[in-house]
């Protein structure tokens, strides 16, 4: 897109953790004395007309073991792909963001992936070739958004009794004060200039903290998370579930917010595949789509979450036993620091629907937030709003989830018919109207435009 700036961005890179990191007593999966009794029958065979009969029955997907990978797991195990047809459905772990991204440039011909599980907006920076090596733009379409919530800010333990919580307004004073001792306070997220950055940016700057001038960020990989809590190297952490919480469960740590506290129901990460995979197989493709949205419909289940849990605990996914997984998952938070504990299934990661509406359907007004957060710190140049539209028509395939919903049988009332879910109000009263992007970053305090 012509209004994008090329230059490359300055990303840290996210060495792979090999000697993965794990809690105590995580190793193995010992059997889960909660998890269901029996599990679910597996899907059957859907009868597929020669309209509906996929291209292929293979395709490629990264993945990487935080909760909002698990539609794509579930699919797999329940036989939700193979129920359309796509028997030969691979779900791979990437070690993290960085090679995921360098495996669906080179796509699965080359020994990589044809897409998967993504922060946002990383379907579009990858693209526009923002992000990639040489700038090489890789076409990417966004076919379905996989979950809401289930992230959280996890603040270190040396830090306990300083007013950090949901709102930093408190912790101010505190914060800034470490910037003028010499030693500033330390925010990680697993990748930059995405999802994870975003929340733990916006949640500073709404108590008055400039995350670019009184406070130190960095990427770290999930997996480094308790080492460098443990020995005191960080003091806070953006990242998706399990990890915020495993850090509460191991004494390492205290949750200061959920990101279902600072937006309910917020866009969370994606299902973007490959355009010439997508072009090349649309049958297939909508395939792909009706087994996501029937494994989330499962997910949402409240009676399907023990055995959801003892599933994606395996060593092949997240490699951490059922009884850490289940209690997220049921919406109970141990929060720490005094605070209360927070029991709320509505709070926990959703798959397919919440109050706000569809889950799964990729909304192009969320995507237009993402790219107008990029604007508000400067990732993208101011003139990206005047374009962003057509640039979100093109990489956001909407039409493509309404086609696969309607021949699943989706009831109407779960198919929006337009591609904005109209006003976004956050938890600090800010509001982001989809048709004026511009008036929200004018009413934000702080921010840093190019």
Request: aromatic residues 10%.
């Amino acid at each position: 897109m012509g209004s994008f700036n090329r230059r490359k961005f300055l990303l840290t890179s996210a060495a792979t953790a090999t000697g993965a990191l794990f809690l105590k007593g995580c190793a193995g999966n010992p059997p889960d004395p909660n998890a269901a009794s029996s599990p679910s029958p597996t899907a059957t065979t859907a009868t597929l007309t020669p309209e509906m009969a996929p291209e292929t029955t293979a395709v490629k997907l990264g993945f990487i073991p935080i909760f909002e990978s698990v539609p794509l797991i579930i699919a797999k195990e329940k036989g939700f792909f193979a129920k359309y047809g796509m028997t030969d459905v691979e779900v791979s772990k990437q070690a993290n963001w960085g090679a995921a991204r360098d495996n669906v440039e080179i796509g699965s011909a080359g020994g990589g992936i044809d897409g998967g599980q993504w922060q946002m907006p990383m379907p579009y920076l990858i693209s526009e070739g923002l992000i990639t090596k040489n700038n090489t733009k890789v076409p990417m379409y966004v076919l379905a958004m996989l979950s809401t919530q289930g992230n959280g800010i996890a603040i270190a333990k040396n830090q306990s009794g300083k007013n950090i919580g949901l709102d930093t307004s408190k912790a101010k004073d505190y914060i800034s004060g470490l910037k003028a001792t010499g030693t500033p306070f330390r925010a990680a997220y697993t990748f930059p200039k995405v999802n994870q950055d975003f929340w733990i940016r916006y949640w500073l700057a709404a108590g008055g903290i400039n995350p670019d001038t009184e406070v130190s960020l960095l990427t770290v990989p999930a997996a480094q998370t308790v080492a460098n809590m443990k020995t005191g190297t960080m003091d806070g952490f953006s990242t998706g579930d399990p990890w915020p919480a495993r850090i509460v469960k191991e004494d390492i740590g205290f949750m200061a917010a959920l990101t279902a506290q600072i937006w309910p129901s917020h866009p969370e990460e994606y299902l973007a595949v490959r355009a010439d995979w997508v072009d090349k197989n649309p049958k297939a493709t909508k395939a792909l789509l009706k087994g996501v949205m029937e494994a989330q419909q499962w997910c949402d289940q409240q009676s399907n979450r023990a055995e959801l849990a003892q599933i994606v605990s395996g060593a092949q996914y997240f490699n951490v036993p059922a009884t850490i997984l289940e209690p997220m998952l049921m919406g109970n938070y141990v929060m720490g620091d005094g605070q209360p504990d927070i029991n709320d299934y509505k709070k926990a990661v959703q798959y397919w629907k919440t109050d706000r509406g569809s889950v799964s359907y990729p909304y192009k007004s969320l995507d237009l937030w993402f790219l107008t957060e990029s604007v508000r710190w400067g990732f993208l140049p101011q003139n990206t709003l005047d374009t962003a539209q057509a640039l979100i028509d093109k990489v956001n395939r909407s039409d493509l989830w309404r086609e696969a919903a309607q021949e699943a049988g989706i009831a109407a009332a779960d198919i929006p018919t337009t591609d904005s879910r109209g006003v976004e109000t956050l938890f600090d009263g800010i509001t982001f109207d989809p048709a004026n992007p511009k008036a929200y970053l004018d009413s934000l305090k702080i921010k840093k435009l190019a």
